[in-house]
């Protein structure tokens, strides 16, 4: 008896004291928090054809390389009514989606598509009037491919200006319900995707046998200079004409990977170089309006310069940094090979990065190494003036299964580390599970999916059906429970009388 007794105390010590991580709730954690999920428009809309839509650059990417792809993807341009009915049922605060430019403004400048505006405007306000906060992307991966014809798009920094007009139309259209606009999303991992490794949209490297344009070791420096610059002029636009009135926040968001030195002293330098091309390279410029030093020596000319004014409009323009984070690596220092041609961003970063399962793009099950997102969130705190901010994504991809137990593992292992950080003192204000539902993924089509609810990609009606993660999603919400350890999970398990 005594025994048990102890056991039970020491089990609620470690509840109220907050040290273990597994035991927490919904009141834990501060008042105003935003719990949510998300998706983006090409991954989740559909309907790329319909009501005056035009190719973005990811469309027509994955016809290039005949790929699987999202022209019909979750049909949730017809069925968003639906899927903010499961919102409201999940009990989400919060969603972030992305608007796709090319259904607002076809040609990338001028003509504002009304049914494209219209289907926005239906959406946030149906969003609003169930109390769910809209957070909102503007670029995920898909400019109009319009301008990619007439200029190469991120390439040119004509695109500064055409961004800006078309934040422009969306503060001014949207801005009375959307208090959080996110410009670019992941732009570091984007860059290097698809200027340097050219595996996602665009598709730009230097090899010829994967890519039939572009260069890896100077396009990616001008694409991210150029994000920042469309992002900041943006940002300055919503400061001079909206703010005031509106009293939004416009943000940034990265790729945030947690790195740990693999063995040798080498290693930890390593890491440190890492941080610097991985982060510093566009948390410098919004922080201290310039690229770090290890990026300047390494790159030379290869790296743009920003003029003092550029400098000084990208300085401080995130109101908010949003952070995606899903993976860990451990990193091993690599001497750069300055006689190499073309080398890409890695090569640059002088770093090989080993993922902590499987390659850095492995597309089955994430590891569960909460400690990374904890160590990201403290890195960002320690060393960009603790910035206000959301985790836009976090979650992991697994075969389409309702019986998604360890999903529910991973999740409850990294909400746990967010609220440890925030114990700690950071200024993480919103979480967004990634995917509200199974969705076209950027580098596993329909193979291997995030969602916390399933669609039946073979039935015309992409009927969608709550996996058992969403069930726990939703009682954490709710109820203020987490279904601790396997006890809980395998209760909640029982209860789920779904035979697959
Ligand atoms: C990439 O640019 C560098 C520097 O201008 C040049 O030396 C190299 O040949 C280019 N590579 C390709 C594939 O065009
Ligand atoms: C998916 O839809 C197809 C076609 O309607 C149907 O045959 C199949 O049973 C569905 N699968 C599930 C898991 O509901
Ligand atoms: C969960 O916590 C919230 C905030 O403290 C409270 O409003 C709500 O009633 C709680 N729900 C349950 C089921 O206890
Ligand atoms: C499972 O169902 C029982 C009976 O309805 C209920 O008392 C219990 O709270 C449920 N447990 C979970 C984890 O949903």
Redesign the pocket.
Known sequence: MNQILSVVTIFLALASSGKCSNVYSRKDFPKGFAFGAAASAYQWEGAVDEDGRTPSVWDTFVHSRNQANGEIACDGYHKYKEDVQLMVQTGLNAYRFSISWSRLIPNGRGHVNPKGLQFYKNFIELLVSHGIQPHVTLYHYDHPQYLDNEYGGWLNRRIIEDFTAYADVCFREFGNHVKFWNTINEANIYTIGGYSDGLTPPGHC?SRSICSSG?S??EPYIVGHNLLLAHASASRLYKQKYKDIQGGSVGFSVFALGFTPTSSANDLIAVQRAKAFLFGWMLGPLTYGDYPDEMKRTLGSRLPVFTEEESALVKDSSDFIGVIHYLAASVTSVTHVKSQ??PGFFTDMGVSLKSMKLCLFSLDQYAIVPWAMEAVLEYIKESYGNPPIYILENGTPMKQILKDTPRIEFLQAYIGAVLNSIRKGSNARGYFVWSFMDLYELLSGYDYSFGLYYVNFSDPHRKRIPKLSAHWYSAFLKDNTTFLGSQGIAQLQSNFSSPY
Do not use: E, G, R
């Open positions: 230097s260069n070791s100077t041609s073309d």
